[in-house]
């Protein structure tokens, strides 16, 4: 079974510093995806970046950006100049597909708290 | 404005009074999924279907039920509801197949049984 953790459970950072988030995850597949989600306070999910696997490129959207390594499957997520609005639970998740049905596995959250 | 809508955002009831989760989506997705949200679990899925008339069951299905008998609605329902489905609950949708596989989530809903 794929199984997502995120074995930090909050995390803080000074306003304008540079934070990582780490996720690990478990898998047997070759081809999946991986995504990290924020959720601020108002609760809704919002996609901050997604990696898919066969690409060795780490994805970066703007301020975010991962370190995708395959081998050891993990896929930390890096916060460049940390604003006050990045404050949110920050989910990691897997996402592979069989016969056109999606299985979005989510971890646990770690919960960031900027500082300012 | 392409979005997934829920209706009711919050709602408080009692042990076995039966209750309806609705979820819209005006993106044409054949795709939608419920999940449940609790603290230290992250989300996890409940029910998804493929398309009209297609569901199946996720990893926590026990005691809800769903249907899709239009594209664009995916109701969750809850015949019994009990303590335990006290929760928050995100229903997502995205197309199939093919490279456009982001979920788009509705604002979520908070579900209390007493």
């Known amino acids: 079974a794929q199984t997502v953790t995120q074995s930090q459970p909050e995390m803080s950072v000074q306003e304008a510093e540079t934070v990582t988030l780490s996720c690990t995850y478990d898998?047997?597949?070759?081809?999946?995806?991986l995504f990290w989600y924020k959720q601020p306070p108002s609760r809704q999910m919002i996609l901050v970046i997604r990696?898919?696997?066969?690409?060795?490129q780490n994805a970066t959207e703007n301020r975010f950006s991962v370190n995708f390594q395959k081998a050891a499957k993990s896929f930390s997520l890096k916060i460049s100049d940390s604003q006050l609005g990045d404050a949110a639970m920050y989910f990691c998740?897997?996402?592979?597909?069989?016969?056109?049905?999606?299985?979005?596995?989510f971890g646990q959250g770690t919960r960031l708290t900027i500082n300012p | 404005e392409a979005q997934v809508t829920q209706n009711p955002r919050y709602l408080i009831t009692v042990t076995g009074k039966k209750l309806t989760v609705t979820c819209s989506q005006n993106?044409?997705?054949?795709?939608m999924s419920w999940y449940r949200q609790d603290p230290g679990l992250g989300l996890r899925q409940i029910y998804y279907?493929?398309?009209?008339?297609?569901?199946d069951k996720g990893d926590v299905p026990e005691g809800y039920k769903v249907s899709r008998k239009e594209k664009r609605n995916f109701p969750l329902i809850l015949e019994s509801p009990s303590p335990n489905q006290t929760s928050l609950y995100f229903c997502?949708?995205?197309?199939?197949?093919?490279?456009?596989?982001?979920?788009?989530f509705g604002p979520g809903t908070r579900l209390t049984v007493t």
């Open positions: 997502a949708s995205s197309f199939l197949g093919g490279r456009r596989y982001e979920q788009y």
């Open positions: 898998t047997s597949e070759s081809d999946y995806y």
């Open positions: 990696q898919e696997a066969y690409k060795q």
């Open positions: 998740a897997y996402r592979r597909i069989i016969q056109g049905a999606q299985k979005l596995v």
């Open positions: 993106m044409n997705h054949e795709y």
């Open positions: 279907s493929m398309n009209v008339e297609v569901t």
